[in-house]
């Protein structure tokens, strides 16, 4: 199933961003989904999840109190409203199945598997 990112750009340190993420094929209100990101050269961390139910949120301490991820069932739709963005908030922007752990411990309600693919990801680049 693939998943289309969208919403990226290039701000200045201090701007906002808010990013979307999109299914065809599947509910995303029945998975818990995430946002990743992935710096030049670096692997791909974890930034933020939602739990399916939409009640509880997760974030990675680095963005904890400058990103917001919600969703819009109606519109089968993740965003990850992003504030106060940094330098090293650079990277490609990506949604996908929550991870069962948070690099912080948290532990995230699993789903069955909805076999979402990679998708292109959103390039967000902070200028200094």
């Known amino acids: 199933v693939k998943l289309v990112e969208s919403g990226g750009g290039l701000v200045q340190t201090g701007g906002s961003l808010t990013l979307s993420c999109t299914a065809s094929g599947r509910t995303l209100s029945h998975y818990s989904m995430g946002w990743f990101r992935q710096a030049p050269g670096e692997e791909r961390e974890f930034v933020a999840a939602m739990s399916h139910t939409g009640r509880n949120t997760y974030y990675a301490d680095s963005v904890k109190g400058r990103f917001t991820m919600s969703r819009d069932d109606a519109k089968n739709t993740l965003s990850l409203q992003m504030n106060n963005l940094k330098p090293e908030d650079t990277g490609v922007y990506y949604c996908?199945?929550?991870?069962?752990?948070?690099?912080?411990?948290?532990?995230?309600?699993?789903?069955?598997?909805?076999?979402?693919?990679w998708g292109q990801g959103t390039q967000v680049t902070v200028s200094s």
């Open positions: 996908k199945e929550a991870p069962k752990e948070t690099v912080e411990g948290a532990i995230v309600p699993q789903t069955p598997p909805g076999n979402f693919d």
